[in-house]
Nanobody
Framework: QVQLVESGGGLVQPGGSLRLSCVIS????????MGWYRQAPGREREEVAC????????HYSGSVKGRFTIARDNRKGTVYLQMNSLKPEDAAVYYC???????????????WGQGTQVTVSS
């Protein structure tokens, strides 16, 4: 069974940067499209970004496009989320997940990990 472990969250001031990492185990990382999602208190979980394993094409939600970058390293079995110009509204628990990514639509599947908390505050 695929397991995902996120890391890299923390407290950052508005305008700052963080890089999240997600390591996969129990599966063949290169076989999966991957996505990052986030959930803020009182809100539904929402898609942040997805990346294809076939050609590493990417898709971003409108709220993060131009500020966040998703990347993957198949040799390390790791997917990253570089977050720049962070805003207070980016604060949430961030999760990585295997997805089906086709036609700019990402559909998560599998089990969610514990996530990593991102707090943006001065």
């Amino acid at each position: 069974q695929v397991q995902l472990v996120e890391s890299g969250g923390g407290l950052v001031q508005p305008g700052g940067s963080l890089r999240l990492s997600c390591v996969i185990s129990g599966g063949t990382f290169s076989a999966y499209d991957m996505g990052w999602y986030r959930q803020a208190p009182g809100r539904e979980r929402e898609e942040v970004a997805c990346i294809s394993t076939y050609d590493e094409s990417t898709h971003y939600s409108g709220s993060v496009k131009g500020r966040f970058t998703i990347a993957r390293d198949n040799r390390k079995g790791t997917v990253y989320l570089q977050m720049n110009s962070l805003k207070p509204e980016d604060a949430a628990v961030y999760y990585c997940i295997t997805v089906h990514y086709k036609g700019n639509i990402c559909r998560p599947f599998g089990s969610w990990g514990q996530g990593t908390q991102v707090t943006v505050s001065s």
